[in-house]
């Protein structure tokens, strides 16, 4: 099974930037993230296709958040700018998935690292 360890994370004030990577034993054609903030359920973030490099972005992320991957080191990555309080939670790199790559429905993903951004 793929394995994926998390980077990245950190606390930073609205406004900030934060850039997550993702290294993975393999890479599958399509990579993504996911987050969970505590007290609801774990959702997609964004996702990558290859080939072609198509990308995917949960509506609120969009033109803040750059998925973007290096085939060549094995690692994803999440370019994240303007973050909002809102944007706390827990990031999963994730991978395995059940269906388009668009629907972000990954069967696996990594331990996870914490974004939390404060006012």
């Known amino acids: 099974q793929v394995q994926l360890v998390e980077s990245g994370g950190g606390s930073v004030q609205a406004g900030g930037s934060l850039r997550l990577s993702c290294a993975a034993s393999y890479m599958n054609d399509c990579m993504g993230w996911l987050r969970q903030a505590p007290g609801k359920e774990r959702e997609g973030v964004a996702a990558?296709?290859?080939?072609?490099?198509?990308?995917y972005y949960k509506d609120s992320v969009k033109g803040r958040f750059t998925i973007s991957r290096d085939n060549a080191k094995n690692t994803l990555y999440l370019q994240m700018n303007s973050l909002k309080p809102e944007d706390t939670a827990m990031y999963y790199c994730?991978?395995?998935?059940?269906?388009?790559?668009?629907?972000?429905?990954?069967?696996?993903w990594g331990q996870g690292t914490q974004v939390t951004v404060s006012s």
């Open positions: 994730a991978t395995e998935t059940r269906g388009l790559c668009s629907t972000f429905d990954f069967a696996v």
């Open positions: 990558i296709y290859t080939p072609g490099g198509r990308t």
